[in-house]
């Protein structure tokens, strides 16, 4: 007799992909992800959002518990893409949001792909040739940045933050040898400036450095690291028996694409290392996130121009290339491919020069007796993830044969164009003031303030003169109102969304600087959708100021 878990299973066995092929099968499998598509496909429209924003009520779905049940892929497939609803269609040219860009078709392929067959990039005996790609496209990045890529290596991990907690670790276990083994003594600091991203933070705290321990080092006005306070910081801690860890040099803000001087950090840590005689080398680790991908530019005739952009847009690529095409001194690079690389999350590497490097991370093989048995590549004997999906691998692969050089110039140049149009039409209404002017990547922070406000003159006000705090305060409460009105807007499908950040920069006075930003990276963008942003933008000031 058959046992009536056989009859639920024969049902549980049709909602996977046949392991052998299936004509009739494989079939279904393409017509369940079409279907699930058309009904995402549905939920498109002008307005740069899936469907309809509503509030969200997660208290509810914690008390309305409904006993699970087995479901078809069809009655399954409908709720997931519910869970889309009000989603931000981040490739709409109407959407300028946040630092996330549409997906290429090859890099949602090799997602799909990975996810269809599970490769564990722990060791190519559970991967085989996805290994491959990761060594492939580890070697393409390397060449990029500049590192050699015989000699250079690297992993894909999960997200921005661990590729900084890995340069920050490497950097812990040269300045202080065993801490693998014996723990992190107390006398580590680490050094960033206090425009980087908030990740060196978590690198301090997880890896048991502290964040009392991290130095925050004040920025200049364009957001780079100030050298002068770096020196002193670092020669503060060395004299008082402190062990520098890490030194984080950030190519690429998140909120104003701020650009530290590379080569003048590395320098420094060598004029160090001299000076007080150190037995170690600091760490120079790269955060390079965002900014890692104008690398495609180190030698493009800047001259000749042979793309055809605007020489406005020239000079901001001449610009970051000035700083990018030192990333090959930093010890280690932190890159995203879901960033500036037009994959899905999540696909990020942690790229180091040597990669003896890792090394220094490994484990020992008892520890890990069931596993790297077979095979040649084994980096999960040193990666904090044993599990380690080919996802992110692939998606990045796909993209690096899909645009390569040519195509990633074009691309990012657009970018930079519709952001440098986008500056000419906000410097060009006397109610609208850019903040990062001097900073040349795909973001635009700027203020807008009521009649009767000198904007060229204000910001340095602002900035630093304290008998300006009211002033700046109510500019600040201003911007939000216009931020909140410009949002209803797009929302409605009136107009283009934009985000706001709480602090730009802090003044030289303490107080936080509000500003609107919007982030460029859609290919899809134009000149009609920057157009819209200011008119919006006016259109709230006029709103406003009628009370």
């Known amino acids: 007799m058959r046992a009536p878990y056989r009859e639920i299973l024969d049902r549980i066995r049709l909602a996977f992909p046949q392991p052998t092929s299936d004509r009739v099968h494989d079939s279904y499998v393409v017509h369940s992800i079409m279907r699930a598509l058309d ?9 740069p959002i899936l469907g309809k924003s509503g509030p969200i009520d997660f208290e509810s779905v914690r008390t309305h518990w409904q006993a699970l049940k087995p479901s078809t892929i069809e009655e399954v497939t409908a709720e997931l893409v519910r869970f889309l609803d009000g ?19 090859a890099s949602i392929i090799g997602v799909l792909l990975a996810s269809l067959y599970n490769p564990n990039l722990t060791s190519d005996e559970f991967s085989e040739r996805v290994a491959v790609a990761e060594v492939e496209a580890c070697a393409i990045a390397a ?6 890529p015989n000699s250079a290596a690297g992993v894909f991990t999960f997200g921005g933050t661990a590729t900084a907690l890995y340069g920050v670790k490497i950097g812990l276990e040269k300045a202080c040898p065993g801490a693998m083994a014996d723990g992190t003594p107390p006398n580590v600091v680490l050094c960033g400036s206090d425009t980087s991203h908030y990740c060196r933070y978590t690198a301090a705290g997880w890896l048991g450095i502290g964040t009392k321990n991290l130095i925050s080092v004040p920025s200049r006005p364009d957001n780079a690291i100030d050298l002068k306070e770096l020196e002193r910081s670092c020669r503060q801690a060395l004299d008082q028996g402190k062990r520098l860890a890490c030194l984080i040099a950030t190519l690429g803000t998140t909120d104003a694409f701020g650009l530290d001087d590379l080569a003048g950090m590395a320098a420094l840590r060598d004029q160090l290392v001299r000076d007080y005689d150190l037995p170690y080398t600091p760490h120079l680790h790269a955060d390079a996130v965002i900014g890692w991908a104008w690398s495609v530019f180190k030698d493009y005739d800047i001259e000749e121009n042979p793309l055809g952009f605007r020489r406005r847009t020239v000079r901001a690529l001449a610009g970051v290339c000035r700083h990018i095409r030192h990333l090959h001194l930093a010890d280690s690079i932190g890159i995203d491919f879901h960033k500036t690389g037009f994959a899905p ?25 069931y596993l790297y048995h077979h095979g040649d590549y084994h980096p999960g004997t040193f990666t904090l993830e044993t ?16 645009f390569g050089k040519e195509g990633m110039q074009a691309t990012l140049g657009h970018l930079v164009e519709m952001a440098q149009l986008l500056r000419e039409h906000l410097e060009g209404h006397q109610a609208t003031a850019v903040l990062n002017r001097d900073n040349f990547g795909t973001v635009t922070l700027f203020r807008v303030y009521p009649p009767n406000v000198d904007t060229f003159a204000i910001k340095e006000h602002e900035f630093e003169d304290p008998a300006h705090r009211d002033s700046l305060r109510q500019h600040n409460a201003y911007n939000r109102r216009v931020y909140e009105y410009v949002h209803r807007e797009a929302s409605a499908g009136r107009g283009v969304m934009i985000s706001l950040t709480d602090c730009y920069r802090h003044t030289a006075y303490g107080e936080p600087i509000v500003a609107l930003k919007t982030y460029i990276l859609s290919p899809f963008v134009d000149e009609q959708h920057i157009e819209v942003v200011v008119q919006k933008v006016l259109e709230a000031r006029e709103q406003i100021d009628a009370g």
């Not at 060449?143 to 050699?148: D, I």
């Open 345 to 369: 999350y999540i696909s990020s590497l942690i790229l180091v020069r040597d990669q003896h490097d890792f090394a220094l991370l490994r484990r020992h093989a008892e520890q890990m007796p």
């Open 87 to 105: 989603m931000p269609i981040f490739g709409h040219p109407r959407s300028q949001a946040n630092v996330v860009p549409p997906s290429s078709i």
């Open 39 to 47: 009904q995402v496909d549905a939920l498109k429209s002008e307005v």
């Open 143 to 148: 060449q990029l940045v500049g590192y050699n």
């Open 387 to 402: 599990s380690r999906a080919g996802t992110g691998v692939l998606a990045a692969w796909a993209n690096l044969r899909l």
